[in-house]
């Protein structure tokens, strides 16, 4: 971490982004203080001398020659000749001096300590740092206390060998291994020889401990050319806050904050940045996320999920920030609920705001303003298990002509499970009950609806077990078919508002569902029967290796409530689904949905994963989806091509547009104590437009990175990226 008291303007130029502050910011605690260890007071300890000669009085001053060595406590030094003043508790030493303190190792040409105090120096030193393994020589050390050592004219490493890849330089270091910090002053960051960064000033961490100061500079291209150092402030170890300034070359002056906290009864994070008088809009823009969640009393709680941009556009022109080409649809939730053991009562406020992008336009979803729930339930009472949904909802929509109201619903249910060892049954009856309000009806039809709709549901299955084996080992096979039937009188609904509801896509979850509908707007007819067989292979330990499923419903009538034109086939499409764990390295999964009305396959998902070792991985994925246009071919991968080198990339590529969607490509460089990254990725920020940023970044382990950090998209383009200077398992 970097800091310029001297040069405030310099300070107020530089940015920072939100990849840096990822990378660099650690992570909140609980904890309100942190107690250092206790440790033996080592002034109370005796001193052990050794050396081939000795002089003096040994009540007062002893004078040794030849292989010396004194000893107290955690303190080691070794020298050619040495005075030990035993009233004073000193040593002063010269010749070939050794010490070992604390576990940190010096070397030098003269000593002089006070053993009891821990003060002291050493001339011409060279030393190591235990704990992080740093390393570095200086023209003078004075031992300020157990914990606190001031290095003039010294260098600081974390590099291997007396010719160190990088290391800084400094007039004056300081050394605090109680706060785990380092300070340098006039400092110059030399990599291979060659000065990279100087600063009046330089702080950094002698471990993974929290502190404030400058993070590491970035510089990215998402935006044109942005330069960014952000600031942390470490406010308490639950509270945090960083600020980044920036410098856009498109758009101006960005100022950013994020700030967060924990405690044991809340926590939460606020992001916001501002571009007042952006350069190409001519106006201030804007985009805020605030998450909070708190328990109020035993009980109670709350939270709220406050997303808002200033325009549509804000995606687009700053792709890597906190909104991104995938969140266009800004939500704000506000809840209140509370908990009681066989109940439950929530209260919620949520709108929305639409990023519109005018080659693909979305509606916009109602608001809920509010929405009351109520669930109460018990299990197992004299066998029944039974259960109370309800809520009442006020939708509103801002525009005029969209139909706005008030909805009640009420969903008791009760059901008998018998459950056996081989066997289950649950019988189960449900009823719907529906009240609506309308404000404003269209012309002719009515202004209050109400339905009720009763369900009757049986689900029933069988478990068979016998003992097996797969690729050489013993499992266990298993064999469970299920039936699941469910009825459903139709009731017209074509003059119900439809405010939440959509037809839900077909699943293996939804295949065992009451309703085909998500929402409360639709209730689907049914008279359906639901056939479903699974069969696995399971280690004695009880992991998964495979997994091989298929189902189908079947419609003994044909459903007549839609949200479209109805359909006149008598069953589902069938679903297919396998999960194979091949080895310890290789998996691979296939989920099919096979229209048989039709002879198509409508949806399918193939992939594969390789993982022979540390830093190796390879996914490859199909997709298919024929009423969504999609049929894409995803690979990326993480690998070593030569000694030291790791390639990282991903394709997916949309085989009907016969171009790349999204694309990342890298290399890394791992050295002893650096690692080099330059990767390029291409991000779709609306339709017909990609944003590619390009990131260069050097990291000098226990120091800093510099330059624009690319891990953030590394590890969401990469499934299962490993970081390259991670130590790996033993």
Request: aromatic fraction near 10%; glycine fraction near 6%; charge should be neutral.
């Amino acid at each position: 971490m970097i800091w310029f008291p001297m040069f405030p303007k310099l300070q107020r130029l530089f940015s920072g982004m939100a990849a840096a502050l990822v990378a660099a910011m650690p992570v909140l605690v609980y904890a309100q203080t942190a107690v250092k260890p206790a440790q033996e007071d080592e002034s109370k300890l005796p001193a052990t001398i050794r050396a081939e000669q000795m002089t003096g009085r040994p009540d007062r001053e002893v004078t040794l020659e030849r292989n010396v060595e004194i000893t107290r406590g955690n303190t080691v030094i070794n020298a050619d000749r040495a005075t030990y003043d035993i009233v004073e508790d000193q040593v002063e030493a010269a010749g070939n001096i050794r010490m070992q303190r604390f576990g940190d190792r010096y070397t030098g040409e003269e000593l002089k300590l006070k053993l009891d105090v821990g003060r002291g120096y050493v001339t011409q030193p060279t030393y190591r740092l235990e704990h992080n393994n740093a390393q570095g020589q200086a023209r003078r050390i004075n031992f300020e206390s157990e914990d606190q050592a001031v290095v003039t004219d010294g260098t600081y490493s974390t590099c291997e060998g007396p010719d160190p890849d990088w290391y800084l330089k400094s007039d004056v270091l300081h050394l605090d291994r109680g706060r785990d910090v380092g300070t340098a002053a006039k400092t110059v960051v030399y990599f291979k020889g060659v000065p990279i960064l100087g600063t009046p000033a330089m702080s950094f961490p002698l471990s993974d401990a929290r502190k404030s100061g400058v993070l590491p500079p970035t510089i990215g291209t998402s935006s044109g050319l942005e330069v960014t150092v952000p600031y942390y402030f470490n406010i308490a170890p639950n509270r945090d806050l960083t600020l980044y300034p920036s410098i856009l070359t498109r758009h101006g002056f960005q100022l950013g904050m994020d700030g967060r906290y924990l405690s044991e009864k809340y926590f939460g994070e606020t992001w916001l940045e501002v571009v007042p008088s952006d350069l190409a809009t001519k106006t201030n823009r804007y985009a805020v996320t605030s998450i909070h969640t708190q328990s109020l009393a035993p009980g109670w709680g709350m939270s709220w999920n406050l997303n808002a941009a200033s325009d549509d556009n804000y995606p687009n022109d700053f792709p890597r920030t906190i909104t991104t080409s995938s969140q266009r649809l800004l939500s704000r939730d506000l809840n209140l609920n509370y908990s009681a053991k066989y109940w439950n009562f929530g209260a919620r406020a949520s709108n929305y705001q639409v990023l519109q992008d005018p080659a693909s336009p979305i509606p916009r979803p109602y608001d809920r303003l509010p929405q009351l729930t109520f669930q109460a339930g018990r299990l197992d009472m004299n066998g029944f298990d039974w259960s109370a949904d309800s809520e009442l909802t006020r939708f509103w929509h801002p525009d005029a002509g969209m139909l706005r109201g008030d909805r009640f619903v009420a969903n008791p249910k009760i059901s008998y499970p018998i459950i056996r060892p081989g066997y289950f049954v649950t019988p189960k009856l449900s009823f719907d009950l529906t009240k609506y309000s309308l404000d404003n009806p269209v012309a002719g039809a009515p202004s209050s609806l109400t339905r009720t709709l009763p369900t009757f549901s049986l689900d029933s299955g069988l478990a068979f077990e016998r003992n097996a084996r797969f690729f050489g080992q013993d499992m266990t096979q298993t064999l469970e078919p299920r039936l699941f039937y469910v009825r459903t009188p139709y009731r017209d609904q074509s003059l119900y508002p439809n405010f939440d509801t959509a037809e839900a896509d077909l699943s293996f979850a939804q295949l065992f569902s009451e309703n085909r509908f998500v929402g409360h707007d639709r209730i689907g007819d049914a008279n359906q029967l639901t056939a479903a067989l699974v069969s696995r292979y399971i280690e004695p330990s009880g992991a998964e290796r495979l997994r091989v499923a298929v189902g189908q419903r079947f419609y003994f009538s044909r459903p007549r409530v839609t949200l479209g034109a109805p359909s006149d086939e008598n069953r589902s499409d069938l679903l297919l689904s396998a999960f194979a764990q091949l080895s310890a390295k290789l998996s691979t999964e296939v989920n099919m949905q096979y229209g048989d009305n039709q002879n198509v396959l409508n949806r399918a998902n193939f992939s594969v994963r390789w993982q022979p070792g540390p830093k190796r991985v390879l996914n490859l994925q199909y997709r298919r989806d024929v009423l969504n246009n999609l049929e894409q071919m995803d690979g990326s991968a993480q690998w070593p091509i030569a000694r030291r080198w790791y390639a990282v990339a991903r394709v997916n590529y949309s085989l009907p547009d016969q171009k790349v969607a999204e694309g990342l490509l890298g290399m890394e460089y791992k050295a002893d104590c650096w690692v080099f990254r330059i990767v390029a990725q291409r991000i779709p920020t609306a339709t017909g437009k990609a944003a590619s940023p390009i990131f260069f970044q050097l990291e000098l382990n226990g120091l800093t990175r510099l330059g624009s950090n690319p891990l953030p998209a590394l590890r969401a383009s990469v499934r299962g990226y490993q970081l390259v200077n991670q130590p790996e398992a033993p």
